[in-house]
C-alpha cells in the first residue's frame, strides 16, 4: 500500500511558475512508477508526466519542454515543476503510483492522490 497527498497548487498569473510536491508513505516511491495527472472542469483525466522507476521522464505533448517531473528519494517524494504556465493548464492535478511501467493510461495506475488545483488566470 501506498498513500499520496499532492500540495502546491494555487492561483498564478499566465507566464509563472508552479511546483506541486507529491509525499508518499507506505512503500517507497522508487518501488513504482510514478505520473501525474490532471482533470478540467467537464474534461477526462489526461496523462501529464511519468518517471519511471529507472528514473527515465516522459510527458504530453502539451507540457513538454514547460514541465518537469523528478523524484527524491531522501523525501520519498514526486515533484512536477510547472513553469510558463497557461490557462488551459488550470485543472486538478492528481499523483499517481503505478506497478507497471510508465503509461498514459489513468486505469493503469494504482494509488491515486487527492488532487491539488491548481488555476491559472490571463
Known amino acids: 500500500q501506498v498513500q499520496l497527498v499532492e500540495s502546491g497548487g494555487g492561483l498564478v498569473q499566465a507566464g509563472g511558475s508552479l511546483k506541486l510536491s507529491c509525499a508518499t508513505s507506505g512503500r517507497t516511491a522508487t518501488s513504482y512508477t510514478m505520473a501525474w495527472f490532471r482533470q478540467a472542469p467537464g474534461k477526462e483525466r489526461e496523462f501529464v508526466a511519468a518517471?519511471?522507476?529507472?528514473?527515465?521522464?516522459y510527458y504530453a505533448d502539451s507540457v513538454k519542454g514547460r514541465f518537469t517531473i523528478s523524484r527524491e528519494s531522501a523525501t520519498n517524494a514526486v515533484y512536477l515543476q510547472m513553469n510558463s504556465l497557461k490557462p488551459e493548464d488550470t485543472a486538478v492535478y492528481y499523483c499517481?503510483?503505478?506497478?507497471?511501467?510508465?503509461?498514459?493510461?489513468?486505469?493503469?495506475?494504482?494509488?491515486w492522490g487527492q488532487g491539488t488545483q491548481v488555476t491559472v488566470s490571463s
Open positions: 518517471i519511471s522507476r529507472s528514473d527515465r521522464t
Open positions: 499517481a503510483a503505478g506497478s507497471s511501467g510508465p503509461t498514459v493510461v489513468a486505469g493503469r495506475y494504482d494509488y
